[in-house]
């Protein structure tokens, strides 16, 4: 079992109090297993993603835990999860653009970042030219700046770089979204690949655009509202949903070429709830077509089959 | 970086075209007879006060079509001449001025570059640490809200006036000879030092603040970000930081020159300092309107170089520039 | 001087999950929690203060001599007398009026000048931009002190409406870059596109979708132009070409000087308008930032 998260509830302070973006979700990743994150924008996907590797400073998290290979990942101690950090675990993060320093030579910048973590760069170096090579970059891009790098370059210089030194988890936030149709694919490729070669051991990609999730994940974990609402192998959730939410969201794609949940998901009627005083009971009753009055209590996650756990009382 | 450059060359010798218009034009331009207006501050017999006329109107070439005095104003700068100066006639404006920009470039320039480096420092060790920030910033705060002169005037009051730890005005004691003698340089020091801290310490307040708040903006960057999630040490990320928040610091620096020559030429006034701030002030006594116009445009061309200077070091600090991809990031 | 300090990093910030319209009670909630925008505001707001109520306080005219000459601060002279026996206080808050004056006047000029100028070239973009750029890149090198030095030079005597009127035509350069590049960044993104799409006209996209996505940052780049009009009028005044007959801050400290306060000592002549300007001045800088906190969640820390 690579990673076993275990009631992880991540808020971030406001004013007006905590807003538990990840409430009580728990979940867990095999060894070679390829979990997609997918839900609406604001549903705590990306928080809960986030928060294995680099809890933001404004975020804190309330309770539960998150084991990775056995040991217990410090994610509320920013000093200790530094041992971890590039070396155990890994972020690709959304704005992969924007993430390499725009004015040192991309060589330099990892030369000075991996010497930063007390390794040689001279004894990754091959590694970094073989795996460029492998991405169908040329080494030379480590000569020159991200500028003069296209969108897709840069993608793939950090996924090289995240995945460097053979992570256990690699968690790679909307790493598609900001790429072109063919680009998209070649990304989604890539980190099946990076998964097939042993070099990247449990992964989440964490996506509002489910066909990604199709053609890399092999199993699929809906949140909605902070909330895990269904957990399935990829067929099931687009097969078999069970979760009413889930249905919806499969429902309102289009046939070909699943894309863009968010988009057409605005069609349900509602909005998903503060999660500064979230409901009582389940969190989707508002906007569900088979609410009833049981679902004034929260339902508990189950699991209806093996491998196939679903929130929702009218799922059993 | 040749188009980077080429951008900046042609905006120079716009700025200087424009100047130099300007200079030539606003005497023209003010309502009524210039020269009369000049010459209604002294108080002149008539019969002077005609002679004067006509000779400030031959001096300025009144006589001609203007496309011509244009002109002409033109071919006499080129060939260097700014006129006479009435301050100390008979020498050349140019004369007068070059004497005292030694004056005012041995205050600015280390002036400057001190405090610009200094303030740049201080700046972002504040920005890392919680107890030097609440100290030194609220100082920077005061210091570069504070007018140059009335600083100047405090230093003068306390250190000089009071206390007489420094002279309290000229370049140098008038009881010396210039020679190269020990006496004569410990004079020019200490008649230096007090414009000089005044100058530094304006300057050192506006830079500290700017990097200080720069580098709190970059240290929310994605690449920062990027770099906490490798698990980058703190002293890393900042070193980055740091980096960066130069360059818009420069920019700030090639902004600011204006606002500095400005802050020197009131200082130099309050301490008597014989710079070309000085000479500004000697010449609007002695209404010395060659001398100012060519005050003018000494100033313009020594800050059109400075301007260069830092177009240079900004060239050589963001590598960018050099990969001719991004020109005229500034 | 922190002209540069409202830096034009590019304030996409942070729509956070809660989605990005602060409610106007939270923002009120941090300006009266953010100490730098309280403790400025304060200093800002007392000067003004005085300057308001200055015909109330103090002697009708500053310039009258009402007492002995070069007396020291006591509880007849609130500030002392000058080297001719006019009553320093009376002056001091006379002069703080000018300063206010002048500081929104020219502030206010070099502003809607800077607004104007940034948003056609960062709106319009092309030739436009080409020779609005350029005008703004050459006006910013010429040090306006050099060119006031001339003008002034020139003139037979100024007054306040002039001297604003000359800080607004110089100081709007820098300003005007700024907003040009704040534009140029907001024009790019979808809400404008769609707006020039449906066939809005350009100034009621400027006015309608441009302006309110940058108020915040207008704000406070008038606040750094508020506060450097009052610092330039004060080097003018202090070479001399200030107003005559009126007192204003510079105006005090040029004739302390030109009168010798420093070898007589008298330096509650001079002292308490510098003090006025730095508090004016770093008052709104202070201001500013706290602003700036208070507007942009990223800066606010909890």
Redesign the interface.
Same mark, same amino acid.
């Given at each position: 079992m690579s990673l076993d998260v275990q009631n992880l509830v991540v808020a971030y302070r406001t004013l007006r109090g905590d807003v538990r973006a990840v409430d009580d979700v728990s979940f867990s990743v095999a060894d070679g297993e390829i979990m997609g994150l997918a839900g609406e924008s604001g549903c705590g996907k990306s928080t809960l993603g986030n928060s294995l590797v680099r809890l933001d400073r404004t975020m804190r998290c309330l309770g539960g835990r998150a084991l990775l290979d056995g040991t217990e990942l410090p994610l509320s101690d920013w000093d200790a999860m530094d041992d971890f950090r590039f070396k155990k675990v890994s972020l690709v993060p959304q704005y992969s653009m924007s993430a390499l320093n725009p004015t040192r030579r991309i060589g330099k910048m990892i030369s000075e970042v991996v010497r930063s973590r007390k390794i040689r760069y001279k004894d990754v170096l091959p590694e970094l030219e073989r795996r460029l090579r492998l991405v169908g970059l040329p080494t030379d891009v480590l000569a020159k700046y991200p500028i003069e790098l296209s969108g897709g370059m840069k993608q793939r210089v950090v996924m090289v770089l995240t995945t460097l030194l053979d992570p256990s988890l690699l968690v790679a936030d909307e790493v598609t979204s900001a790429l072109d149709v063919s680009t998209q694919r070649a990304v989604g490729g890539m980190l099946v690949e990076l998964r097939d070669m042993g070099i990247v051991t449990s992964t989440i990609v964490i996506t509002h655009d489910l066909s990604v999730l199709v053609q890399v994940a092999d199993s699929v974990v809906v949140m909605y509202a902070g909330k895990l609402v269904e957990r399935a192998p990829t067929a099931t959730v687009v097969d078999a949903p069970r979760h009413p939410y889930t249905k919806l969201l499969i429902a309102s794609l289009p046939e070909v070429g699943v894309r863009y949940a968010e988009h057409v998901l605005a069609g349900i009627p509602g909005h998903p709830p503060s999660l500064l005083d979230p409901p009582k009971g389940c969190r989707f009753a508002d906007r569900c077509p088979l609410a009833s009055a049981e679902c004034a209590v929260e339902p508990p996650l189950v699991e209806l089959e093996s491998g196939h756990f679903v929130a929702c009382w009218k799922a059993s | 970086m040749r188009r980077y450059f080429a951008r900046k060359l042609l905006? !120079?010798f716009?700025?200087f075209f424009?100047?130099v218009t /300007? &200079?030539w034009g606003?005497?023209r331009l003010?309502p009524g007879d210039?020269i009369a207006? /000049?010459l $209604?501050?002294f108080q002149l017999q008539p019969s002077s006060y005609a002679v004067l006329h006509s000779s400030y109107t031959r001096a300025f070439n009144l006589g001609e079509p203007l496309w011509r005095q244009y002109l002409d104003f033109w071919r006499a700068l080129l060939h260097g001449s700014l006129g006479t100066s009435i301050y100390a006639y008979p020498d050349p404006v140019t004369t007068v001025i070059r004497h005292a920009v030694v004056f005012t470039l041995a205050l600015l320039l280390p002036a400057t570059v001190l405090s610009y480096l200094a303030g740049n420092k201080v700046g972002a060790i504040a920005a890392r640490r919680k107890l030097l920030d609440d100290t030194v910033l609220p100082f920077s !705060? #005061?210091l570069?809200?504070?007018?140059?002169?009335?600083?100047a005037?405090?230093l003068?009051?306390v250190l000089? $006036? #009071?206390a007489h730890v420094f002279p *309290?005005s000229g370049g140098f004691s008038y009881s010396l000879v210039p020679t190269l003698s020990w006496a004569f340089l410990w004079s020019l020091l200490t008649h230096w030092f007090l414009p000089f801290v005044t100058l530094f310490l304006v300057g050192f %307040? %506006?830079w500290a *603040? %700017?990097m200080r708040?720069?580098i @709190? !903006?970059e240290l &929310?960057? &994605?690449?920062a970000?990027?770099?906490? $999630? /490798? +698990?980058?040490?703190r002293?890393?990320v900042r070193k980055?930081a740091y980096?960066?928040a130069r360059?818009?610091?420069l920019? +700030?620096l090639a902004? $600011?020159? +204006?606002?500095i020559? %400005?802050g020197a030429? #009131?200082t130099e @006034?309050?301490f008597n300092y014989p710079g070309i701030g000085w000479l500004?002030?000697q010449?609007?006594n002695s209404?010395d309107?060659f001398l100012?116009?060519g *005050?003018?445009l000494f100033?313009?061309v020594g #800050?059109?170089l400075a301007?260069f200077v830092v177009d240079v070091v900004y060239v050589l600090v &963001?590598?960018?520039t050099r990969?001719g991809?991004?020109e005229g990031t500034r | 001087m922190s002209k540069d300090t409202t830096t034009t990093k590019d304030d996409t910030a942070a729509p956070t999950e809660e989605g990005n319209t602060a409610p106007r009670h939270e923002l009120v909630y941090f300006a009266l929690r953010n100490r730098k925008l309280v403790i400025g505001l304060s200093i800002v707001g007392l000067l003004g203060l005085a300057a308001i109520v200055a015909p109330f306080s103090a002697r009708s005219n500053p310039d009258a001599f009402v007492g002995p000459p070069m007396q020291p601060p006591s509880s007849s002279y609130l500030l002392g007398t000058t080297y001719f026996g006019q009553d320093v206080y009376s002056q001091l808050v006379n002069g703080l009026r000018q300063s206010f004056l002048v500081g929104i006047m020219g502030g206010g000029i070099a502003f809607v000048v800077a607004t104007a100028v940034g948003f056609t070239a960062g709106y319009r973009g092309g030739a436009v931009d080409e020779v609005l750029n350029m005008l703004t890149n050459v006006l910013l090198v010429i040090p306006t002190l050099a060119l006031l030095i001339i003008v002034g030079g020139y003139l037979k005597g100024t007054s306040i409406v002039f001297e604003a009127m000359f800080v607004g035509a110089t100081a709007w350069p820098w300003a005007a870059r700024a907003i040009r590049a704040q534009t140029l960044s907001l024009v790019s993104r979808d809400f404008v596109g769609l707006a020039r799409l449906s066939g809005v006209r350009s100034w009621r996209i400027v006015v309608g979708e441009v302006a309110p996505n940058m108020s915040s940052y207008l704000f406070l780049t008038f606040i750094l132009l508020f506060g450097n009009a009052i610092l330039i009028s004060a080097s003018y005044d202090f070479l001399g070409f200030g107003p005559p007959g009126g007192v204003s801050l510079g105006s005090m400290m040029n004739l302390a000087f030109a009168w010798n306060a420093l070898q007589l000592h008298i330096w509650w002549w001079f002292v308490p308008p510098g003090v006025a300007i730095m508090g004016i001045v770093g008052g709104l800088y202070v201001t500013n930032v706290g602003l700036d906190e208070v507007f942009n969640p990223k800066l606010r820390s909890l």
């Open positions: - | 905006t !120079y716009l700025t424009v100047a /300007l &200079d606003i005497p003010m210039p207006g /000049l $209604s501050k !705060y #005061v570069t809200a504070t007018p140059y002169q009335w600083l005037l405090l003068a009051f000089a $006036s #009071v *309290i %307040g %506006g *603040i %700017g708040n720069l @709190i !903006y &929310d960057a &994605d690449y970000h990027f770099l906490e $999630s /490798l +698990g980058a040490p002293r890393l980055y980096k960066n360059l818009p610091q920019t +700030g902004l $600011s020159l +204006g606002t020559v %400005g030429v #009131v @006034i309050v500004v002030l010449a609007i209404e309107f100012l116009q *005050i003018f100033i313009i #800050v059109l301007n &963001d590598p960018r990969i991809l991004q | -």
